[in-house]
C-alpha cells in the first residue's frame, strides 16, 4: 500500500520470517520455475504457469465482473490506480483449482490468501509505485492485523501478451516483468528477519496499445478465511 516515508513500514517476526524460507526453498526446488534476477527480495518467475484456456476463462470472467479498482489508502493522485478489477470467487467451480495450485506452488494453505483479483487495464491505465504490504502505522492496520494480518507473498500471472506497456517494474529491485501470457511472478514482500522489504516497491506501467490482463493473490501471515 502506499505512502512513503523513511520511517520502518513494521517490525521484524519469526512467523513471516519462516514463510519466507519456507516458501523459497519450495520454489527453489520445482524444475518449471527460476529466480527473478535480482538480490533485492526473493523473487521467482513460472514462464508457463497457466495455459491458453485457463488465461481466455480468467478473461472472461474478468469483463464480465470489472468495476474501478479501489485503494485501501485515498491517494491525493486520482491516476494513482486506475485499472478495473473484480473478485474472483474462490468457490466457484472454474476459480477453485486455479486458486489451489497456486497456492501449492508456494507451499501456502489456501485460507491464507485473500481473494483472488483479476484486473483490467486500458490504454492509458496503470498502478502507480506501491508496496503490496501493510504499513503498520497506518490507521487500517489494526482492522488487517484482526483479518490475517501482515501480507507475505504475492503472486501475480500474466493472463495476456500487451502489444506495448503495462510492465510490472521494480524500481529498487532492477527488475521488470514485459506481460507474457501465463507467465507468473511470485514474491515476498518480507525481508528475510520478517519486517515490511522496502524494495519490493512497484509500479503496473501504464499500457500504451492493447489491454492487460492480471490476477493478483495475496498470502497473509495468518488465515485469511474464516
Ligand atoms: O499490474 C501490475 O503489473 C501490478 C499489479 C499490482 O501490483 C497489484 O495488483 O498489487
Ligand atoms: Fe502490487
Request: glycine share 8%.
Amino acid at each position: 500500500m502506499k505512502v512513503q516515508s523513511t520511517r520502518p513500514h513494521g517490525s521484524p517476526s519469526p512467523v513471516r520470517a519462516e514463510f519466507g524460507t519456507r516458501v523459497a526453498e519450495r520454489l527453489k526446488a520445482n524444475p518449471n520455475v527460476r529466480p527473478a534476477k535480482t538480490e533485492a527480495a526473493q523473487m521467482f518467475v513460472h514462464p508457463d504457469f497457466l495455459s491458453p484456456e485457463e488465461c481466455a476463462m480468467l478473461m472472461r470472467t474478468i469483463d464480465a465482473g470489472s468495476r474501478r479498482s479501489t485503494l485501501l489508502t485515498e491517494s491525493n493522485d486520482p491516476n494513482f490506480r486506475t485499472s478495473d478489477s473484480c473478485d474472483l470467487d474462490r468457490w466457484s467451480p472454474e476459480i477453485q483449482p486455479l486458486d489451489e495450485r497456486i497456492a501449492d506452488l508456494l507451499g501456502i494453505e489456501p485460507q491464507f490468501g485473500e481473494t483472488m483479483q483479476g484486473q483490467r487495464y486500458a490504454p492509458g491505465q496503470q498502478f502507480r509505485a506501491h508496496h503490496d504490504y501493510f504499513h503498520e502505522g497506518e490507521r487500517y492496520w489494526a482492522d488487517m492485523e484482526q483479518q490475517g494480518g501482515q501480507r507475505t507473498w504475492t503472486a501475480m500471472v500474466f493472463l495476456n501478451t500487451v502489444e506495448q506497456g503495462g510492465a510490472t517494474w521494480f524500481p529498487q529491485a532492477g527488475v521488470r516483468f514485459k506481460p507474457n501470457a501465463g507467465q507468473l511472478v511470485a514474491w515476498n514482500n518480507m525481508n528475510p528477519d520478517g519486517s515490511p522489504n522496502k524494495l519490493t516497491l512497484h509500479e503496473g506501467m501504464a499500457v500504451v496499445r492493447g489491454t492487460k490482463y492480471i490476477i493478483t493473490k495475496w498470502f497473509r501471515e495468518r488465515p485469511w478465511v474464516k
